[in-house]
């Protein structure tokens, strides 16, 4: 029920479906063995899922260079398979190097995943090195597939400014958040390996997905331990619909086929909105795979969900215990970013009505709307249903209101900005410097003011009493917003 502007994750699900389905097709046609057509299978949902670049053309540069990674990671994993202890080394360096190269943005971040789950898959597959020629046939035919549906068949381009990167407290060393984020990952991953194999020396994979698969996309504490919680609930629901569906199917191949598609969709339509759909619909998929296996029975499902509770437990430790960010200081950050985003808008809006034609607040109004998505996903801790913490909820709750009301301010200004018959009058000089001062109060910025060079008009134009009454809004916003986040600065993500 979440909103689609666009019908942007209906599309790009309905496109997966398509995509996987090709690159299954495929090498069933070439005559691949059965692992082979699910690891094809796999590649091409990745490829998918996982590469998010700006634009297509980066897009497409960063799915041929997936091969490039994955190839060697996967001959690594089969050559290694009889050698426990070396292989659960290379595993836990996978892990690090995945994580660090999260630090190139996008492209990176999908180089690193696809290589981790290429280790991971040859676990799930027990791949040997006699496999690897039809398994690297599989991987490319499933590549060129997906990428002739992604990129052909049906491209659908979103426009979007880069994403906005990590906000430490500072860029070097162990502070890096990327770096941090390494150490933390495989730390979880060593602890859910060494624990997963006590639990189960044949599927102890699945603990080190777990806490590798925890710590995408997140940058605290709070963060890291509710995700652990909704993958753990995810898990737990798809685990009862396995034991419904998945077991009495016995990997019939049409009616199995027929639901992964399903729920293939399902993973990319709920991503965005909910990581606990998306995990109910991994883990029935999952369940199916070992169906079309032969090995799936509910003491398999029931050992699913104990290796989660390992991986989700190491990524807990691993936050608490090495280089922990808490809350406060993630958000801290975002919400200084956020708001140094709508002092730069409010000057390119103010520049614009004074007839500079080449100020454009459009870009800063789109990197807005990033930066208030990390402040909620930041703050989702405190938001959470079951967070004990009331004082700091509710303090939360308005933070993210004034927050929504600057941002929707903002907006608003820029419209009046495009509009070519507003200009800039003397009232709206005084009003952006009001607006200046708030922020400059609120920010944490050592950047020069932005709006005091803004020559007055001496009459009043059209547009300037819309302008106005944005501008006059904002401030009031940043007022409201100033009491919440310097009442007791550190009481509203202490501790979280």
């Known amino acids: 029920m979440a909103p689609d502007p666009g019908r942007y994750r209906l599309r790009t699900g309905a496109r997966a ?162 770096t941090r984020q390494a150490f933390q990952a495989t730390f979880a991953c060593a602890v859910a390996l060494g624990v997963g194999q006590i639990v189960s020396d044949e599927r102890w994979y699945w603990a080190v997905g ?86 799936l029975h509910p003491g398999l499902l029931a050992l699913r969900f104990e290796q989660t509770l390992v991986g989700a437990a190491g990524a807990a430790l691993a936050v608490a215990l090495v280089l922990p960010v808490t809350t406060h200081a993630a958000t801290d950050a975002w919400i200084q970013r956020a708001l140094l985003c709508v002092r730069r808008c409010t000057a390119e809006s103010a520049r614009r009505l004074a007839g500079d034609d080449g100020a454009d607040p459009a870009p800063h109004v789109a990197e807005l709307e990033l930066l208030l998505g990390k402040v909620r996903v930041s703050v989702a801790p405190l938001l959470h249903p079951l967070s004990p913490l009331r004082a700091r909820k509710e303090r939360a709750r308005q933070v993210m209101a004034h927050l929504d009301d600057c941002a929707r301010q903002a907006r608003g200004l820029a419209e009046v900005a495009a509009d070519p018959d507003a200009s800039h009058d003397a009232r709206l000089t005084a009003a952006c410097r009001r607006v200046e001062s708030a922020l400059l109060a609120l920010a944490a910025s050592e950047e020069p003011p932005v709006a005091g060079d803004l020559a007055a008009g001496p009459h009043h134009h059209p547009g300037a009493e819309r302008a106005l009454a944005h501008l006059h809004d904002l401030e009031a916003a940043l007022a409201s917003l100033a009491r919440p986040l310097q009442d007791e600065p550190r009481g509203v993500f202490a501790k979280v």
Do not use: K
Request: net charge positive.
């Open 210 to 295: 777990t806490a590798w698969w925890i710590f995408v996309n997140t940058a605290s504490r709070g963060e890291t331990l509710v995700r652990g919680f909704r993958r753990v609930i995810g898990t737990m629901a798809g685990i009862a619909v396995g034991l419904l569906v998945a077991v009495p199917l016995h990997g019939a191949p049409a009616p199995t086929a027929a639901l992964v598609a399903v729920c293939v969709f399902g993973i990319f339509y709920t991503a965005a909105p909910s990581y606990s759909w998306m995990m109910f619909f991994v883990t029935v998929m999952a369940g199916f795979l070992y169906g079309l296996l032969g090995v």
């Open 17 to 178: 479906v398509l995509g996987v389905g090709a690159a299954v097709t495929v090498a069933e046609l070439a005559g691949l063995p059965l692992p082979a057509v699910i690891l094809g299978g796999l590649a091409a949902l990745l490829a998918l899922f996982t590469v998010g670049d700006p634009t297509v053309r980066r897009q497409a540069v960063t799915t041929a260079l997936l091969p490039v990674v994955g190839f060697p990671v996967l001959a690594l994993a089969t050559a290694l398979h009889s050698t426990p202890l070396v292989r659960d080394a290379a595993f836990l360096a996978v892990v690090f190097c995945g994580v660090y190269a999260r630090r190139w943005g996008a492209r990176g971040q999908a180089l690193g995943i696809f290589g981790f789950m290429q280790f991971f898959a040859a676990q799930f597959l027990h791949a040997v090195p006699a496999q690897l020629p039809g398994l690297y046939a599989a991987v490319a035919m499933a590549l060129v597939a997906s990428g002739l549906v992604r990129f052909g068949l049906w491209c659908i381009e979103r426009r979007t400014p880069p994403p906005a990167g990590p906000a430490p407290a500072a860029a070097r060393g162990l502070a890096r958040p990327t």
